[in-house]
């Protein structure tokens, strides 16, 4: 089963149909990025991650969303712009995609489904959506943008991590150096 994560069909920014079998033995981090969202300062993390661990064999993998109050409205090449104007962003992106509701990607559903509780989360982002009211309808789902995924080499999700998390975070970096090291 840790290999079907390989085989799930995707699309680049760019619009090339493929799939993530390119990455496999590599240690990917999942995330749903958005462009209009507070946390969007967090592409500036996820870029040094990529660039300070992509020579051992890590990969950032962006994968723009616009399921949480519209802040991900644009076209590939317009979020392929904002990322590389604002944030010199190298790592890959893929086209827009759902995740979560009925129209949630292929991706998404088995990451949710085969790792459906968050290993790092205090709670508190949860909370100050909650007071906005946006709720989850089901534990497993994405709580907002910026929620990342660490896939070991294995194919195997190894931790999922709230939105609140950044890149610079001790818990996120000592995950992915644990996996690296595998």
Same mark, same amino acid.
């Given at each position: ?8 069909? *995707? &699309?680049?920014? @760019? ?10 033995? /590599?240690?990917?981090?999942? !995330? =749903? ?65 759902? *995740? &979560?509701?009925? @129209? ?10 085969? /790792?459906?509780?968050?290993? !790092? =989360? ?61």
């Amino acid at each position: 089963m840790a290999n079907e994560i390989y085989e799930i069909p *995707v &699309k680049t920014i @760019d619009g090339t149909e493929t799939t993530l079998s390119e990455y496999k033995n /590599k240690v990917l981090l999942v !995330v =749903n990025v958005a462009s209009k969202c507070g946390l969007t300062p967090q592409y500036a993390g996820l870029q040094k991650l990529y660039s300070d661990y992509q020579a051992k064999g890590f990969e950032v993998l962006g994968f723009p969303a616009n399921n949480f109050m519209g802040q991900e409205p644009g076209t590939e090449t317009e979020i392929k712009e904002f990322c590389s104007s604002n944030f010199d962003v190298k790592f890959p992106l893929f086209a827009k995609v759902s *995740v &979560k509701g009925d @129209d949630r990607h292929q991706l998404y559903h088995y990451l949710t489904e085969t /790792k459906p509780e968050t290993d !790092v =989360n205090d709670g508190v982002m949860e909370e100050k959506l909650k007071g906005y009211g946006s709720m989850r309808s089901e534990s497993s789902e994405v709580l907002w943008n910026f929620e990342k995924f660490l896939i070991g080499k294995n194919g195997e999700v190894a931790a999922r991590f709230a939105p609140d998390v950044t890149a610079e975070d001790t818990r996120l970096i000592s995950k992915l150096e644990e996996e690296l090291n595998r």
